[in-house]
C-alpha cells in the first residue's frame, strides 16, 4: 500500500514539472500579448494627441515595433489589433484601398523590427 501511494505521489510530481515549462511559456506568451495591446494603445494614444498630418504611418509602424519587441504575444497581438483596425476603417472610414495597404505596410515594417522612423514626418514633436 505504501509503495502504491509513492507511485502515486511521485507520478503527481513528474507530471506536475513536466508541465511547467508548458505553463511558463503559455503565461509569457499571455503577458506578452497583453503589454502589446497596451503598446498598440499608447500609439494610437499618442497619434490622436499629435493629431499631425502625415503622421498616421509612424504611429501604426512604431505601435506594431513596440508590441513585437515585447516577443511572440506581441507580435500577435499587434497583428489581430492591426487587421482589425484596418478592417474595420476600410469598411467605415471610406479612405479606400490604398490607404489601408499603405497603413499595412506601415505595420507590417514595424511588426518585423524596422525602425518606425522611416515613417516619421518632418516636424513631428521629438516627444513622439
Not at 503589454?35 to 499629435?50: F, I, S, V
Not at 512604431?62 to 478592417?87: C, F, H, L, Q
Request: overall charge positive; glycine content about 12%; charged content about 25%.
Amino acid at each position: 500500500m505504501r509503495l502504491c501511494v509513492c507511485l502515486v505521489l511521485l507520478s503527481f510530481i513528474l507530471c506536475a514539472s513536466a508541465d511547467v515549462p508548458f505553463l511558463t511559456r503559455g503565461a509569457h506568451f499571455v503577458r506578452d500579448a497583453v503589454g502589446g495591446a497596451r503598446d498598440m494603445l499608447r500609439a494610437y494614444q499618442d497619434m490622436r494627441e499629435a493629431n499631425y498630418k502625415g503622421a498616421d504611418k509612424y504611429f501604426h509602424a512604431r505601435g506594431n515595433y513596440d508590441a513585437a519587441r515585447r516577443g511572440p504575444g506581441g507580435a500577435w497581438a499587434a497583428k489581430v489589433i492591426s487587421d482589425a483596425r484596418e478592417t474595420w476603417q476600410s469598411g467605415v472610414s471610406g479612405r479606400g484601398a490604398e490607404d489601408t495597404r499603405a497603413d499595412q505596410e506601415a505595420n507590417a515594417w514595424g511588426r518585423n523590427g524596422g525602425d518606425p522612423n522611416r515613417y516619421r514626418p518632418q516636424g513631428l514633436p521629438k516627444k513622439y
